[in-house]
T-cell receptor, first 118, second 110 residues
Framework: DQQVKQNSPSLSVQEGRISILNCDYT??????FLWYKKYPAEGPTFLIS?????DKNEDGRFTVFLNKSAKHLSLHIVPSQPGDSAVYFC?????????????????FGQGTILTVHP | DGGITQSPKYLFRKEGQNVTLSCEQN?????MYWYRQDPGQGLRLIYY???????QKGDIAEGYSVSREKKESFPLTVTSAQKNPTAFYLC?????????FGPGTRLTVT
């Protein structure tokens, strides 16, 4: 059962335009969401996160939006740059306030390959 | 520099041999995690440890074992019982809700 889904395996965008990466989740216990960027043969790099008490979090060119009622989040990159080309993973967790063995566990989506063309 | 190190970057083994992947962190994080990534897939959790001398199975623990004798170290052993051991292995440690990853080890078993 895929609790976190990224339904678009790939996305191609022109440099300077907006990149929108989407993620859906099914587990109502998730209350903290993260986006990671990954280059081939390297470890993922943490990009940005959002708590369920917010609907938007912004950091420079990166903005994450959360729609709790739809169980949907998205990552916007504006403007997109060729160096943004990578695989982007969304992840979800019950958060540090969850008890038991779920504490801090991340569930990842399958990833979306973003290609930004010059 | 604070961070997570994994060694070696590439590892080759013959089928039937056990192999241990190293993961060290100097971030003073209590919790550490092991994932594997296969082509076209997300990261799947193998084992995790919330604190020294304690660890729990993740979603795909069969054929793997871990130890957590020191806060800084969380080695993963891929045993001969693991049916498809060839993969990219990632170690992470956690600060509050965010996990931070090492560079990964590519294990190839032939």
């Amino acid at each position: 059962d895929q609790q976190v889904k990224q339904n678009s395996p790939s996305l191609s965008v022109q440099e300077g335009r907006i990149s929108i990466l989407n993620c859906d989740y099914t587990n109502s216990m998730f209350d903290y969401f993260l986006w990671y960027k990954k280059y081939p043969a390297e470890g993922p790099t943490f990009l940005i996160s959002i708590s369920s008490i917010k609907d938007k979090n912004e950091d420079g060119r990166f903005t994450v939006f959360l729609n709790k009622s739809a169980k949907h989040l998205s990552l916007h990159i504006v403007p997109s740059q060729p160096g943004d080309s990578a695989v982007y993973f969304c992840a979800a967790t019950p958060g540090v306030n969850a008890g038991g063995t779920s504490y801090g566990k991340l569930t990842f989506g399958q990833g979306t390959i973003l290609t930004v063309h010059p | 520099d604070g961070g997570i190190t994994q060694s070696p970057k590439y590892l080759f083994r013959k089928e039937g041999q056990n192999v241990t992947l190293s993961c060290e962190q100097n971030l003073n994080h209590d919790a550490m995690y092991w994932y594997r990534q296969d082509p076209g897939q997300g990261l799947r959790l193998i084992y995790y440890s919330q604190i020294v001398n304690d660890f729990q199975k993740g979603d795909i623990a069969e054929g793997y074992s871990v130890s957590r004798e020191k806060k800084e170290s969380f080695p993963l052993t891929v045993t001969s019982a693991q049916k498809n051991p060839t993969a990219f292995y990632l170690c992470a440690s956690r600060s509050r809700n965010e996990q931070y990853f090492g560079p990964g080890t590519r294990l190839t078993v032939t």
